[in-house]
């Protein structure tokens, strides 16, 4: 004879493991799959002279902006989208926001943070490259260069605070690339990159330098690791 | 069952002395947990119900939120370019090319790295006198590296360009001269390594077939040497 109250009993254990107290012993170790977790992708894009993306997945968010030469129907890679004459044009001897010159305002990185890790880089592709002049003396004209001592640097700031920096870069075209990780809060994040450049004085003879600093491409990702 | 959720069971009858249960009384829970039993969620879980060691390892194979792809050529032979297209850096007889192979969930995104290094270059020209003024004076420095992506969108085979970064053989950049057209070379930039990164996500589902690292030199009378190189890609998944 069954008594009313085991069969009760019985259904009851039954179904309160099931409404709510599933746990790890009931799952295999190694078993929960990407598949497993919900995808999901909330995404904001950019676009114009800087395009990028805001996109955010279940354990981080991808956030990315970028201007280059390469993707604007008037240049290709070997022609800079910013030309500065470091004689005639603004710039100080500190820190220069890049996002203060023409067609670079929407390029720092803005998004809200997930609290954990911000892990990125920045890079750029520019150029500070040594003057090449022509010099006559004694009636022999013949092609000279100044410029080797001049150096620039790169920094990568996080809401004003410098978190990676190249350090001195002798005259070249070159690409940096700026990696970058620094904690966070759940909190409005601000990523951009500046730069410093060290040039020695024009020679008083009549030519004035021209020493061009130029920008082919920029681009900042960050990954917001919150899980 | 799209967005349902298994719920609390409740259907179910609790029993007096004296009942006689039926057969679609005794069947019902087990019923409702067949019907909703592949929607379990956080209703029927305890908290902490679930350890890291419940998780796939690893950063390869099917691991969850994140999947790395890797090549490496460590080739120190040096391979010179002086292409003015872009061509896919061959070491060896093995081409710069990472295989990815795999179909994206609508806005996944991924990111590649490349880097490696640029040997003893042959520079014969960095400074084009016939350009001025302006034009073309300092392009004949340069050379660029470009990240090509090879994948399948609508079902066609397409190519996408990921990012194109440069440098350039010697310090020179600008100048004045008007009357010498063969200046002479400025310091030679020999032994720099390269490096750069891209972010991608499609809007849409596309097939990532490949990526490969490519480059090529603005003046043909410089050749570009390559030698050791490597490229990464990281799938974001969640």
Known sequence: ?227 | MGEERMPLITNKTNFAPGDVPTAAELNAPYDSLQSVGDDIDGTNTATGWITWRHTEAGLTGNAIANRLYQYNNDTTNETLYNNTSYVTISEGGNPAQLSLGFTSESGECVRFHASGMVGESTVTTDYDYAGLPGGNKGKPNYYAFRLLLNATVGGAPTTINLGEWGYSFTTKKSGNLTSITTPTLSGRIHWQPFAFSAVYSPNSSITFNSVELQCKVYDNTNSLSVERHQLYAVRAKR
């Open chain 1, 1 to 227: 004879m069954v008594k009313p109250s085991s069969l009760n009993d019985n259904i009851d254990k039954y179904l309160n493991e099931w409404n709510g107290h599933l746990n790890g012993n009931n799952l295999p170790v190694f078993s929960v799959q990407s598949d497993d977790i919900k995808y999901e992708n909330f995404r904001t894009g950019f676009s114009g002279a800087v395009s990028g993306l805001n996109t955010e997945l279940q354990t981080q968010g991808y956030y990315y902006k970028r201007r280059s030469s390469s993707f604007e129907g008037s240049t290709d890679v070997w022609t800079p989208i910013l030309n500065l004459n470091l004689q005639t044009d603004d710039w100080s001897k500190g820190w220069n926001r890049l996002e203060y010159y023409s067609g670079f305002s929407q390029f720092p990185v803005v998004f809200d943070s997930r609290e954990g890790m911000l892990v990125g880089c920045a890079t750029i592709d520019w150029q500070h490259g040594t003057d090449t002049m022509l010099v006559t003396e004694n009636e022999i004209s013949f092609s000279s260069t100044r410029g080797d001592d001049w150096v620039s640097e790169w920094g990568v700031f996080v809401n004003d605070v410098l978190v990676a920096r190249s350090g001195e870069i002798p005259p070249r075209r070159h690409t940096t690339s700026l990696p970058f990780s620094i904690p966070c809060g759940s909190q409005n994040v601000k990523v951009d990159v500046r730069w410093i450049s060290t040039i020695s004085d024009y020679l008083a003879s009549g030519r004035p330098h021209g020493s061009e600093f130029l920008v082919f491409s920029a681009e900042v990702w960050v990954r917001n690791v919150c899980r």
